[in-house]
Structure formats: structure tokens, C-alpha cells
């Protein structure tokens, strides 16, 4: 059986596409946005995270820990020093608070499909289905497979998220089991798009034009981050490149099919959520000192976008 990484699986999702959904979380990413709402998904293999606010300073992990990365300082006050754990995992075995957790686990898929098919009940009476996302789950594209697989012969709706900065073969090889993919554009000029997120958006960009030309609906989500693409005339910009590839789908559909799969776009703005993730990784949060986007900004770049021709959702 194939086996894979999962960050976690949250069940009782309602932003991951229609109805109520479960969300696949896998690990591994291409991509290093400063702002990930999921930085524990990206690096590809598990690492311990340690949630300082739960620690009861017991003092197991640090008798436990072969490395000394664990201990006190001279106060008294937890550290974990990350750069010599090892991730083999004995100070979690011993941690009763939870306070030192493994940031993903390994699991077959028929594992993570057995929890999926618990909320079948919900699924058909909402239209819902299961969603992977990450982390980019083609990059673990086996182990994507046979999950998306078992869930179509489950009857399930089916949804991937998708950076789409990966070799255009491994998202082709989930396309014939998926019923709707979502991919996020984060700016439209290359040199700021690997500003922002340590890589160019060529790839993307050019996956995006094939994904436009397949028969599965595509929503692009928006990431409206301050300082990176938060201005009327950037989200235009990913609004107009959206309208192409409409446009694009529907010369191709000319003649065969009068209504070929929607096209669309939703703007989501930046939060700052995830700031205690970044810390128990020991990571710097660069996104910490960025002020969420208004309901009226929103509103404005909303009609910014609209102006181009597109369908556009925003929170």
C-alpha cells in the first residue's frame, strides 16, 4: 500500500470547496511564501514542533532527548534548540502536555480514506466531498493517487489545492481523479513572485494555461498579502490572466460544448493565524508585523478584479 506524509486531516471543512469537506494536509512544498498560513507542511519529512505555552516543565523530554537539544535556561524557562534535533521522536514519546508534537506522521492511504469516509453522511447531504492540499499534494503524487482514487470509488466528490510548481506529468496524474481544481497566483511579475516565495512563476503560470484547456472546473484563491500583491492594480493583473484563460477554455470548447467547466477567482486575505506554528518551529515569522486587509479593502480589490470580466468571490 502506498504511504505518505499527512499534516492533518481536518474534518467539518467549509472553505476547501463545496459543502462540508474533509482536508487533506500533506507535507512538502515548493514554494516559501514568508507569509504560509501551513508552515509546518513544508518541509517534506516530519519535524518536532514544541508549543511552549503547553509545557508543564516536567523535564521528561530533556532526560530523553539523545542530542541535547532539549533543556532550561538559566531562569528556568524551556528551549529547544532546533538545529540539533534529530526528529527521532523520544521527547514527544514522553511529552504528557503535548507540548512537543511531530509536525506530520506517516500513513497509507487506505488509512487516511478510512477517516475521510467517516463524515460520508455529511458529504451527500451538503454536496461535499474531500479536498488535498498541503503543502503541494503533487509532490507527493503516488500516495495522492491512490487517496483520490479510493475516494472516487467511494462516490466522493473530489477537490486538489494546488501551487502548480511542479513538473506539469505530476499534476496530469491526478486530473482524471479530481472533480475540481483550486490554484493559487501570487503576482503576475516573476522577479516579485520569487521575492516573495523563493521561486519564479513561469511554471505555474504555464500549468495554469494547460489546466485551463482540461474539462475540471478551476478556481483561482488570491492570497491578498500586504506589501506582496494588495494593490487595485495587482489583483487586475491576476484578474486579467484569469479572464485569458476563460477565454482560452472557451475557444476550445467553441463547436463541442455550450457550457464547458467554470473558471473563477476568490480573493482571501491575509491573517496572521499562524504566528505560534512559526515559533514552534523556531522560525522567524516575517509576516508578523502585516496588517490584515479590511472588509472595505477587500471590497475595493474585489471590484478591481471584477472589472476584468471574471467571477469573483471574496471572504
Known sequence: MTTGYICNIQRF???????????????GCTLRCFWCHNPE?????PEVQFFANRCIGCGACVEACPEGAQGFDGNGLRTFDHEKCIACGKCVAVCYAEALVF????MTAEAVVDEILLDRAFYESSGGGVTLSGGEPALQVEFSQEILARCKAAGLHTAIE???????????????LTDLVMMDIK?????????AVGAPNALL???????????KPLLFRIPVIPTVNDTPEEVAAIAAFVRELHDLRAARHNGVSEHPAPITLELLPFH???????ASLGWIYRAADLTPPTKE?????????????????SR
Open 13 to 27: 471543512s467549509v472553505h476547501d470547496g463545496p459543502g462540508i469537506r474533509t482536508t487533506v494536509f500533506l507535507k
Open 41 to 45: 507542511s513544508i518541509r517534506p519529512k
Open 103 to 106: 509536525s506530520a506522521k506517516g
Open 162 to 176: 494546488t501551487a502548480a510548481n511542479v513538473p506539469w506529468e505530476s499534476l496530469a496524474m491526478l486530473l482524471p
Open 187 to 195: 503576482h503576475m511579475d516573476s522577479a516579485k513572485h520569487r521575492e
Open 205 to 215: 503560470l504555464e500549468n495554469a494555461r494547460r489546466l485551463a484547456v482540461s474539462d
Open 272 to 278: 496572521r493565524m499562524a504566528a505560534d506554528k512559526y
Open 297 to 313: 479593502f477587500m471590497a475595493t480589490l474585489t471590484a478591481a478584479a471584477e472589472a476584468q470580466g471574471i467571477p469573483v468571490h
